[in-house]
């Protein structure tokens, strides 16, 4: 019997944890012949389906998630009126909390696997093969002729390590892709937003299944191990014996967790104090700042407590950070909203997520959406429209500012412009710079297309130029600076005032020893290939100060780079190699 495993990610660069659980515990009890397919859900209908068509499986079997359960279905339906006789199987979130609903609105659908799958999917191969009914089967609901049978619900597993290695193939094609790991399943806590508050408690694989699965994907240098654990610090001594382990093995693929900052204790941030830089990512869901919204969802955690440790984490600049929010919760209104925004912004993480409310199928926010006032989306991904706190108009707005703080800010393609204008002329209240600044992107209808990034630069230069004309000096070259710093490039965005002519004295300026050794002190590189690699500007504001004082700035990048290093240079350092 042929089986096939089939998800649709979200990028190219992600991969499914789920489709390999299944294959492999499958395989351990006996099920060889099965094939996983991965697809991008930016791919085209027609060619997957004919992938899936060529494969011709005797069982095709989906993992659904609020991103692709549209274009599942879609898929589903017409292989199904080319491969009648093949059993369509659907599993995963997005199917587990409605599956009697999906049977009947779909008639091409067979069966449905609710919630953990490897068991009632290894057993259900089992039936199938051997032509047996699913009765009995546990977890899943499943059609029988004109009938729909939900059998009862499957105990989770309790032993964890009973589960197989999910990357027993060969992993040199996840060398630019990230691959997803999880440690442990379930969370300690209850938020009412999320599909983990409905189960309780958390399994833990063992610590030495844990380093023996990672040391084998450490081998393979992949770009990005990805953790899944709902709150990886839950057991903190189990926490830091996994990231001491990863450490010991010094490999560059970077590590993401998920954690919760109110629980790292003095300790922890002591160890993480000394951790190498730039080898683990924390994603830290903050969500709000305001009590009541975080009472509401059953949200626990110290503000003060969560504060102070990613301010710590942010200045030791060891670990990235990233630091997530959600508007739309309830009793949050967009002025309260206003102030949960700042407090984050002020930390200063490497990226500040804005995410707006989904209320998932299964979720006890969603069962209690009347109680708030919620409006939302019926199809996937359920996003909320308006609630008893927040208009749609509210919620369109912070869409809009979502776009621009992941342009702008995110990105980092202009941080010491950024600094200057929230810290600087908004003094602090980054909340309503961006609000200006889409105000200025709405009234010159700059959303829904394209820009390229040296117009993000002039956009923010006439921005500043219509609303602070009195900061236009400094704003120009604290964008101009940014610009140089994170782009190799020989000629500036329209509108941004350069100095060919000093640039060209170069040439000149390094047959000068004295200047030459400034940026190459040991004389290994050919002038040629050095000219090719440096710029030189005038600013008439020191871009760190922030001093009106007159300096030269020379850029250098290394060889096939483009984030450069900056001398700064006095006038008396530089005026007597200039030729005019």
Known sequence: MKTVLCSFNAKYIHSCLAIRYLKEYARYHGHKHI??????????????????????????????????IELTLEICAQIHILLPDTIIVLGGPEVSYDSVTLLKRHPYLAVIIRGEGEVSFTEVLDRLQKGQTLEGVKGITYRQGEKIYVNEDRPLIKNLDSIPFPYEEELSAFQDRIIYYESSRGCPFHCSYCLSSVSHGVRYFSLARVKQDLKQLAAYQVREIK????????????????????????????????VDASLLSDEMMDFLD?????????????????????????????????????????????????????????????EHFHRSFNQVYELQAD???????????????????????????????????????????DL??????????????????????????????????????????????????????????????????????????EHTEIVHDLLKYDYLCN??????????????????????????????????????????????????????YHPLTLREESVYILFAYPPGGHKASAHFLPPSQITPFLTY
């Open 35 to 68: 094939t996983l397919c991965e697809f991008s859900i930016n791919e085209l209908p027609a060619y997957i389906l004919s992938e899936l068509y060529q494969q011709d499986p005797d069982v095709l079997c989906f993992s659904c998630y609020i991103w692709n």
């Open 227 to 258: 953790f899944v654990d709902r709150t990886f610090n839950c057991n903190e001594k189990r926490a830091r014996e996994i990231m001491k382990f990863l450490i010991e093995h010094n490999t560059h693929t970077r590590m993401h967790f998920e």
């Open 274 to 334: 000394q951790v190498p830089p730039d080898r683990f990512y924390f994603e830290i869901g903050i969500q709000s700042t305001y009590p009541p919204a975080l009472e509401a969802v059953n949200r626990k955690g110290s503000w003060k407590q969560i504060y102070k440790n990613v301010r710590r984490l942010v200045e030791s600049n060891r670990i990235r950070i990233h630091l997530d929010l959600i508007a739309g919760l309830p009793y949050e209104s967009y």
């Open 351 to 393: 990226v500040i997520q804005l995410g707006f409310l989904k209320l998932l199928k299964g979720s006890p926010l969603r069962e209690e959406s009347s109680q708030y006032g919620y409006a939302f989306q019926p199809q996937p991904p359920y996003q909320v429209l308006k609630n008893a706190y927040m208009s749609y108009d």
């Open 396 to 469: 369109l707005q912070l869409e809009r500012m979502e776009d621009l703080v992941d342009r702008y800010y995110n990105r980092n393609h202009m941080p010491q412009t950024i600094i200057y204008l929230t810290r600087i002329l908004y003094q602090g209240d980054a909340f309503k710079f961006f609000e200006d600044l889409a105000a200025y992107w709405q009234e010159r209808r700059l959303y829904g297309r394209g820009h390229k990034l040296d117009k993000l630069y002039q956009y923010l230069y006439d921005f500043t130029l219509q609303s602070h004309p």
């Open 487 to 540: 782009h190799h490039k020989y000629t500036l965005p329209d509108g941004f005032q350069a100095y060919p002519d000093l640039d060209r004295n170069l040439t000149v300026m390094l047959e000068h020893q004295e200047f030459r050794h400034l940026i190459d002190p040991d004389e290994q590189e050919s002038q040629r290939n050095l000219r090719k690699r440096i710029h030189l500007e005038y600013f008439q």
